[in-house]
């Protein structure tokens, strides 16, 4: 379980402490949490073991055997950010050669090296930057990691410059703001469903949390998709309070960020060149997005990191 000793950051409650992660007056909220969160990540002795449910699904689920058969017919070096238990090479063993997988928890990568001693792994000493070179991979994926993290327009950033001209970049992850959730949220007055709090009398706070969910959740998200849709919001939304300070772990209680897929093809603009092949796989619960590196960006300088970024969504 997370700590909850930062003053500088607000308790859980219902009370809506969600932030944009572009905004400069976000900057030290956000470093504060992202501190706390990386340590967490690094250290829990159980985290990624609840949440490694993967094992089977590269054999059966289309889309996780869609990113598996692309990476295949990909040709040079693989990259997974946010690898877990690299399980992909369970069903794809001869990606070994070519795959690495990073992550933050060092026992995890270790025990990952055991299982696929042909493949490479690199733990990730800080989250605002991938400890590789420009260019370096023709493929570079992630599943269901981006809704984690604390600066996703960062994320995306690095992704983007670690991946050749002409490679391939895959995302995959929850799309909550367009389903109008917050899973790391609270509802209600304290820990529970609905249902579980009327099993056990608490009376207002199921009625508080059949709200939250139903009426204050949906109507925020549905604001911020106005703001975005209109270029009057920073974006990449962050919730500064998640449950998983003070909850018993389920997954997606530490999911942070609100993932939206327009916010995100829009900030990829000019840089990723996206395949409309992967809409066969259309999802109204998921982002699946499938693209390549543009060979060269415009109004990019530094050859990575584009000025249809982050300065794309400032206030208009």
Not at 85 to 90: D, E, R, T, V, Y
Not at 166 to 172: A, D, N, P, V
Not at 283 to 295: M, Q, R
Request: charged share 20%; aromatic share 10%; with cysteine.
């Amino acid at each position: 379980m997370c700590s909850t000793t930062s003053p500088s950051l607000p308790p859980v409650s219902r009370k809506l402490n969600w932030v944009s992660s572009v905004d400069p007056a976000n900057s030290l909220q956000i470093e504060a949490l992202q501190k706390r969160m990386v340590e967490f990540y690094a250290t829990s002795a159980s985290y990624y073991g609840d949440i490694d449910f993967t094992a089977g699904a590269w054999k059966t689920d289309p889309v996780y055997r869609d990113i598996s058969a692309r990476l295949e017919e990909s040709g040079g070096d693989v990259l997974e950010v946010g690898c877990g238990a690299s399980n992909i090479l369970l069903a794809r063993p001869g990606l070994q050669r070519r795959y690495t997988g990073c992550d933050f928890s060092a026992s995890l990568l270790e025990k990952n090296r055991a299982r696929f001693a042909g493949a490479q792994f690199q733990a990730l000493g800080s989250p605002a930057e991938l400890p590789f070179a420009e260019g370096m991979f023709g493929a570079v994926f992630s599943v269901y990691v981006l809704e984690h993290t604390l600066r996703p327009a960062v994320f995306l950033d690095e992704c983007v410059r670690v991946l050749r001209p002409g490679g391939i970049f895959i995302l995959r992850c929850p799309h909550y703001l367009a389903q109008g959730k917050m899973p790391s949220q609270r509802a209600g007055l304290g820990y529970g469903t609905g249902r579980q709090k009327l099993a056990h009398g608490r009376l207002w706070d199921a009625l508080s949390t059949a709200y939250d969910r139903k009426v204050a959740i949906p109507s925020r998200c549905a604001q911020l998709r106005r703001q975005i849709a209109d270029r009057r919001s920073l974006g990449f939304w962050i919730n500064l309070a998640p449950v998983c300070f003070a909850d018993a772990f389920e997954p997606d209680h530490d999911a942070v960020y609100l993932t939206y897929e327009a916010e995100i093809q829009r900030y990829l603009e000019g840089r990723i060149s996206f395949d409309s092949g992967a809409a066969r796989f259309a999802d109204p619960d998921s982002i699946y997005l499938v693209g390549t590196k543009a060979a060269v960006i415009p109004n990019d300088p530094t050859g990575s990191k584009g000025s249809t970024g982050a300065h794309s969504l400032q206030t208009q």
